[in-house]
C-alpha cells in the first residue's frame, strides 16, 4: 500500500498531523513572529489573525493574547475589546496568575468601560508584579469607577514601591488641587 500514490498521500498526511500535535507550541510560536513582521509593517488585520491562529494551535499561548491586545488597542473597535476579553478570561481560567494577560484584559475592560472589573484585573496583576505602574493603573481605573480610597491606596502603594513614582505622585497631587 505505501508504494501507491494514495498510500503515501495518507503517510504524509498522517506525518504532518503527528507534527502538528508534537509542534503544536513552535507553529504557535512561529505564527507570532509572522504576526510581528505584520505588526510592524502595520498590517493590523493580518497580525490579528495570524495571533488567533496561534491560540488556535496553543490556547496556553499568553505572548499571542498579548500581541492581540495590542492589535485591539491599535484599531479601537469596540467588539475587539470584547474578543480579546473573552480570550483572555479563557486563558486566565487555566492561568489565573498570568500578569501579562490580566494587565491585556484590565485594558480592554478599560477600554469598554468596565472600570470595576479594570481596577479588579490591574490591581491583581499589581500585586503579583510588584510594579508600580501597575498600581498606578489599578488607582486611575478606581478613581473612574468611583472607588476614590482605593485609588488612593494603590498611589501610595506604587510609591511605596518607587519613592517619587512621578505617575502616581501625579496623581495623587491631582487629587490635593
Request: charged share 25%; aromatic share 10%.
Amino acid at each position: 500500500m505505501l508504494n501507491s500514490a494514495g498510500g503515501r498521500v495518507v503517510l504524509a498526511i498522517l506525518s504532518l498531523a503527528i507534527g502538528l500535535l508534537l509542534f503544536h507550541a513552535q507553529v504557535a510560536d512561529a505564527l507570532v513572529v509572522r504576526g510581528d513582521d505584520l505588526l510592524v509593517q502595520n498590517a493590523y488585520e493580518g497580525a490579528g489573525q495570524r495571533y488567533l491562529r496561534a491560540l488556535r494551535f496553543d490556547s496556553g499561548s499568553a505572548v499571542a493574547i498579548d500581541r492581540l491586545t495590542f492589535v485591539a488597542l491599535q484599531q479601537r473597535s469596540p467588539e475587539a475589546f470584547r474578543s480579546v476579553a473573552d480570550r483572555a478570561s479563557d486563558y486566565l481560567r487555566a492561568h489565573p496568575a498570568e500578569p501579562i494577560v490580566l494587565f491585556d484584559r484590565a485594558l480592554c475592560y478599560l477600554k469598554q468601560g468596565n472600570y470595576r472589573s479594570a481596577y479588579l484585573d490591574f490591581s491583581h496583576a499589581a500585586r503579583l508584579t510588584q510594579d508600580p505602574e501597575q498600581y498606578t493603573f489599578a488607582g486611575w481605573a478606581a478613581r473612574r469607577a468611583g472607588r476614590l480610597d482605593r485609588a488612593v491606596d494603590s498611589w501610595r502603594q506604587a510609591l511605596r514601591l518607587r519613592h517619587g513614582y512621578r505617575p502616581a505622585a501625579a496623581a495623587l497631587s491631582e487629587l490635593r488641587r
